[in-house]
């Protein structure tokens, strides 16, 4: 037989070979992964901090309130349920005058503490600043030139130092974190010329992907004119 005598579905229309038998089950089991991977990860990392939260609530329940001693079966999630309506009690009692007035004495105490106050002082300030609902951290995604010129890495522009660290680096600078992979939890805290930062077209979501994936993760290329530009230094 020859080549113009040879099968349609050998090809493609677009001239690509036709997958045989093992290539086509290749393909649907690594669609398979693709699918089932994200959602069964999801749901583990969901289910092992309700282990978690629970583990460490549940046995904190007096023992005649506790549903066990009544109930064949746990309550799962009960841990969890219980630490939120907690932290919500505590956060509306400390909006209060008399919660205000607590913390501060409380606050007060540990100041008096030389190496506890040093850890609640940084601890506080990084919650203040991530969870805080004006807050700029990580709002940005940008390029730069680390470890060394003509590379280039992923960083999130954390906002602009302010004080020595500014006078001292000839001003203009803004403070970027660049993220280890996997493990963006992780990583070195710069002051670099605003001149030398390079916004990206993509969200601190896209950015954490690309971080956690390797690169595998590539986000959709958006206009670059959604990417705003970092905050001005303060005169």
């Known amino acids: 037989?020859?080549?113009s005598q040879a099968p349609e579905h050998d090809a493609h229309p677009d001239g690509r070979p036709s997958l045989g038998l093992t290539g086509r089950i290749r393909a649907y089991f690594l669609a398979g992964v693709l699918v089932t991977a994200p959602i069964s990860i999801t749901l583990y990392l969901a289910w092992l901090?309700?282990?978690?939260v629970d583990g460490a609530v549940t046995p904190l329940i007096p023992?005649?309130?506790d549903p066990r001693a009544f109930l064949p079966f746990g309550l799962p999630g009960l841990g969890l349920v219980l630490a939120v309506v907690g932290l919500t009690l505590i956060g509306m009692f400390t909006?209060?005058?008399l919660g205000r007035l607590i913390l501060r004495g409380g606050e007060a105490l540990v100041a008096r503490m030389p190496v506890i106050?040093?850890?609640?002082?940084a601890t506080k300030q990084i919650f203040e600043t991530v969870l805080a609902n004006q807050s700029t951290a990580f709002r940005e995604v940008v390029l730069i030139e680390y470890p060394r010129r003509g590379t280039w890495t992923l960083a999130f522009v954390t906002g602009v130092p302010q004080g020595n660290v500014q006078k001292a680096g000839g001003g203009d600078l803004v403070s970027v974190f660049v993220p280890t992979t996997?493990?963006?939890t992780s990583g070195f805290l710069l002051f670099l010329p605003r001149a030398e930062v390079h916004a990206l077209a993509m969200g601190v979501?896209?950015?954490?992907k690309l971080v956690v994936s390797g690169g595998l993760?590539?986000?959709?290329e958006k206009p670059a004119a959604t990417v705003a530009a970092p905050a001005p230094v303060d005169a």
């Open 49 to 52: 901090l309700v282990v978690t």
């Open 95 to 97: 909006a209060g005058y």
């Open 117 to 121: 106050r040093s850890f609640y002082g």
């Open 63 to 65: 023992e005649r309130y």
């Open 182 to 184: 996997p493990n963006p």
């Open 1 to 3: 037989m020859t080549d």
């Open 217 to 220: 993760v590539t986000p959709p």
């Open 205 to 208: 979501e896209d950015g954490l």
